[in-house]
């Protein structure tokens, strides 16, 4: 990987943002502090984003790198339309990195989330559609010693967590109890929660996060090999 980086870490004054936002969750307040929000929230977001994009395109040159709002970015506002929680702005913000289709939600996805008092980072599905889960599960039964590879780093140090909603029955299977968890699921994402660190606020966050990511890729090739995507 390049050795010439761009991303610094983040600020203090970034969880400051996020914390104030959460009091002031207000377009006025915004609009008044807009400039700390494009030095200490988008900024960053932008230099992760750049340079964690060798280590995403050696793990899926078809991955979406662009530094923007709305394609690897998040953006602030949420959409209240449908929702009865009313707050313009979001307190949390992330960045994806995943690849630009129409059927996303059977695509996993990799991201990085900064909170006012965390940050967070991981790989799978937002939603996956009951076939690609069945098929999940398909190909754990089948290929059992290639999954077995696939997730040999799990759950690491500091170590994922493997979440999403799991069957209250499911049919009957010679999967071995060491990976039912996995089988049992009807979305499946892994997630690493951090405390705020020296590590957030370093550029070492880059090959942090880079190497973690490169040691889950056998499990996204797994997944994408589900729909023949890879």
Known sequence: MSTTMLFDGFYPESLTFLQDLETHNHKAWFEKNRLL???YILTPLRKLVMDLSPYMHHI???LELR???SKTISRIYRDIRFSNDKRIFRTNMWINFKRTVNNWHDIPTWWFEIKPDAYTFGM???EASPNTMRLFR???ETRENVFRKAIVFYPGN?????????YKRLALSNVPDDIRTWYERRNMY???RCKPDDMLF???LVPFLGKRFEAMAPLYHFLMDLNGSM
């Not at 170590?159 to 909603?165: A, I, N, T």
Request: glycine share 6%; charged share 25%; hydrophobic share 25%.
């Open 37 to 39: 929000y494009d030095t």
């Open 60 to 62: 899926d040159p078809y």
């Open 67 to 69: 530094p923007v709002v």
């Open 124 to 126: 799978g599905y937002y």
């Open 138 to 140: 398909e190909s754990i």
């Open 158 to 166: 500091p170590p994922f967590s493997l979440e999403g909603r799991r």
């Open 190 to 192: 892994l997630i690493c």
């Open 202 to 204: 370093s550029k070492s």
